[in-house]
């Protein structure tokens, strides 16, 4: 969704270096997640923001940060990257729906290498 | 824990026929469930979502099914086309938070 951008889209790095992957998103939403994908296991929530001011972990945060720098930008960093961080990194946003879970909509996705 | 899984890795559809994709989930808590597509190098889009208040819901070209009482949904691609090949996502769950299951690869055959 070209609504949702993310840079890097490719990334090779080594062990022990910090690495920050950012997220724009034009479509105005309060909401924000950062996901990682990896074979055979389904996309994996690591944080989310309902706003600016509200950051929470997800199911596998241990060893990321992030940034909400503004409404728009949501960043997501390794400080120290190992190589069990090779994955497949998705950005998305939402806005309320009528429940607890509303639409969310995609980034093309940052493949990152962690040799 | 809580888990969404599908039934198949890989599915095989020949071209025009319709297309069911399984989904098995684990708890009984579970509100809202979602099916994405995604192709391939790109992100998961929105396809079709239903409450846990409903049994069925169709879109276009797809239906939703949800079984409550054995947890487990369906999703039908009526008349499957080329565009249609994808790896199809499950996702189910409350609170904010979705569980994801590991995807079904659909093939179609011409």
């Known amino acids: 969704d070209a609504d949702v951008t993310q840079t890097p889209r490719n990334r090779i790095t080594k062990t022990g270096k910090r690495i920050m992957l950012e997220c724009s998103q034009t479509k105005g939403h309060d909401r924000m997640y950062w996901y990682r994908q990896d074979p055979g296991l389904g996309l994996r929530l690591i944080y989310y923001?309902?706003?600016?001011?509200?950051?929470n972990k997800g199911e596998i945060s241990d060893g990321y940060s992030v940034s909400r720098q503004a409404q728009a930008k949501f960043s997501l960093s390794l400080e120290s990257a190992i190589p069990n961080q090779t994955a497949l990194y998705f950005c998305?946003?939402?806005?309320?729906?009528?429940?607890?879970?509303?639409?969310?909509?995609f980034g093309p996705g940052t493949r990152l290498t962690v040799l | 824990g809580e888990s969404v899984g599908l039934h198949l890795p890989t599915l095989s559809v020949q071209e025009g026929d319709n297309s069911i994709i399984n989904c098995a989930y684990s708890n009984s808590a579970s509100d809202y469930f979602i099916w994405y597509k995604q192709e391939s190098g790109k992100g998961p889009q929105f396809i079709i979502d239903?409450?846990?208040n409903m049994d069925k819901r169709q879109g276009q070209r797809v239906t939703v099914l949800l079984n409550k009482t054995v947890k487990h949904l369906s999703l039908q691609i009526a008349a499957t086309q080329p565009g249609d090949s994808a790896v199809y996502f499950c996702?189910?769950?409350?609170?904010?938070?979705?569980?994801w299951g590991a995807g079904t690869k659909l093939i179609i055959k011409p």
């Open positions: 996702a189910g769950g409350g609170n904010y938070q979705l569980i």
């Open positions: 923001s309902f706003d600016v001011k509200d950051i």
């Open positions: 239903i409450r846990s």
């Open positions: 998305a946003t939402s806005e309320p729906g009528q429940g607890a879970l509303d639409t969310q909509y």
